[in-house]
């Protein structure tokens, strides 16, 4: 594996996605900066990219928080120049209106919204001065629909959206890439299968068709990382070819 | 003036917009209750209402703070049945991404979608059992597209928009009419007349093409409030004949 | 009724929709041009107007052929001027793909397309001069969405939407509303009727919450109409109450 | 360069975007057959195929004639499995609203929607026995703008998004990869160039982060192609780095 001196940082680098995420760009020679709440459930992951060879290191963060996720960009960016920023963190909830409390509103938005604003920002912090980087979103059917029961997590995935269309316009024309990847499909993880079942029983599971499996995503930022500045894709949608949509 | 038993709340009800839409659901019969921060420059609105005849209840509001959103909501109802919300609270500003502080995103957010939010949901928590009611969000050319320097106004408006789009597929079924306005052009106010008075001088403010008169505002809302339940309009657009768009 | 010396055109004066449009322009003191393919049918329509007070010219126009419907607003500008034209023709149909025939596809973008592309045009070469007038199109859920088995039907429903846009930022300045009223719903037509009842049978009639009266577009359209030209709507969605979207 | 055992069809194989993705896939190892008007003009791209060991036939190609793309298509089958087919036909004009004549918006459909219906209907007439297969359409920006003076351009190209889209859901799910490429921005061309040189004068043309050159949407398709059926993309946008959107 030839290595990079360059650094891709993963915020959410959850057991599903991020987790693919990390080991691809691992796996493409970057140092990988991976970035979760506990992050003792790290360990498993990083030893996996280890053993295959790669540069990992991974750290508790909670991206609500701005002081955290600075330092966690800077420290990444100390070890090799800072070039991909991937915000994966997501919170997916579904109540109906009056059931939306004030406490989940805000909590999804810091989460999904508020904390992607404060690592875009900070991430170009860091890629303004160089005139080079990528910053790419995770997004979500909620991007684009505001469905019933889905206010908060809608509410806080188009403000994301906002965010990134805004930074997109400003910073393309600095040599950064900011894209936002839209997953319009369920993703085989462990929560996703577990409401399935629940909402049509288990063997709607047997359907190959209607799962993302995480790598394919990572895969999809791994395009969009290999497009060149002269035909760049702000917004990517993807999803299984057996979805309804 | 026939007077109704009913009442119709505006919160952001500034000297612009808010206003011509509390002095036409006034001029239609309605009680209005009319809240915005600092009350006390209510005092000229509330008595060129009732020099008209109309009922009015003027106050303080920081529709930031859930618990003065509900009790201002709930003193409208024990009034008269509160039958039209309207959430116009504006807050728009413009900055690069680099100087867009921790501060202005979250304040902007608090005031544009959070209070939107808590609004919608206290009127539809009063509105609900009744089956009847209608709840309008103020809407902006911001909430459909991320402009460079606009990446905390556009992530409020976008996420207020899907506050509404979630509501209205919950709320329609159930008689309660979830409308989205989207102003797409500058309003002729004081500060929108300096602010283009910088850009392109003075004299494009003779143009009278380009900036949209309040009043039109509260006669669109006017116009989602008299359609009948058999053909509501969710989103409307509206610009001066001469825009650009 | 005060009659206006001004005409109304409609071009696709169905049974349904077209006949009610008809009547509330007619109602509102409109002299109403109303043509359809096979005009006898128009008979009945013709003595209700009449019957009411109203003025109407019922006319065999067959759409897809330009110079009927030049001959047909020439005439109708030469008895008053005319201040609006509505086009309502409809070409509804579904198949899969492979079963698309060439004569559909190209049948049902004349019909639906083409002859919009020409009443717009036509209406327009008439109001262009005078700087006044009103251009509207009725659209459906299959303007912005491209169903399975829509191909023909989208395709032209697609085409009349981006028609109708570029005509609206182009004629916006010279006083011309140009509009596109979106019906995302069933209209309550016998042929609607029939096609639920065949798909969820006939008990699916009895909920009046789904199917949209035609009296109700009418009413969208006179909306429409009545805007001020400071705050024109371009795009307006209409739907049922209960309607899923 | 390892050979495949599969034709990929390029209809509106022209000098820019067309020869690039002609030249892509036969390097790729696909045979290829480039169709185009004046398929004498397409003498210099075989022979420069050829020279780099690719496979190539290029054909005189009228796609506005169902029978002609029908027999493309099989000749293409026939030599062996069609697996891609990309329609690139463009027809970009701008006339004010009045001097579209009724041939140009009739020939702008034919050419851009028309013929782009009937080549994806023929490719899946092919693939679908064999559930698989890719069948791109290009797009551009006005396939979601009509600005003014696009009626006729746009009309078209949102019609062919209409075709695509209903095509992608009816045929995701018989694992046929069914794309729609949106190029928003202008394309490095020899027409390009001119009428920018025109409109902005020659230096214009020294900015090279506005002019997209056509390999990259070769690049794009590329991309297109290469993904896993467990996340396939509908729509990407690609645009220039300094394009302003």
Chains 1, 2, 3, 4 share one sequence.
């Not at 806080?156 to 965010?163: E, S, T």
């Not at 085989?188 to 029983?201: H, S």
Request: hydrophobic share 45%; glycine share 8%; with cysteine.
């Amino acid at each position: 594996m030839p290595m990079r001196n360059a650094t891709a940082a993963v915020i959410g680098a959850g057991d599903y996605i991020g987790a693919e995420i990390v080991k691809k760009f691992a796996a493409e020679g970057f140092t990988v900066f991976a970035g979760r709440r506990n992050g003792e459930k790290l360990e498993p992951l990083v030893k996996e990219v280890e053993a295959a060879g790669g540069t990992i290191f991974g750290r508790s963060l909670d991206a609500r928080k701005e002081e955290e996720t600075t330092a966690f960009l800077n420290d990444a960016d100390k070890h090799a120049p800072l070039e991909v920023c991937i915000f994966n963190v997501g919170a997916n909830v579904n109540f109906p209106i009056l059931e939306t409390t004030d406490r989940v509103f805000r909590k999804v938005w810091e989460m999904a919204c508020w904390a992607g604003f404060v690592a875009g920002r900070e991430a170009a912090r860091l890629m303004v001065p160089r005139e080079a980087g990528n910053i790419f979103f995770t997004g979500a059917t909620a991007s684009l629909r505001g469905g019933s029961g889905f206010a908060a997590f809608a509410a806080a995935k188009f403000g994301l959206r906002a965010v990134a269309q805004a930074m997109a316009r400003e910073l393309g024309p600095k040599n950064i890439h900011v894209a936002h990847l839209i997953i319009d499909a369920g993703v085989d993880t462990a929560w996703v299968r577990e409401r399935r079942a629940q909402i049509w029983g288990k063997e709607a599971l047997n359907n190959p068709d209607l799962l993302m499996p995480p790598v394919s995503v990572a895969n999809a930022y791994w395009q969009l990382y290999q497009q060149p500045k002269s035909a760049w894709t702000f917004e990517m949608e993807i999803r299984p070819f057996g979805e309804k949509w």
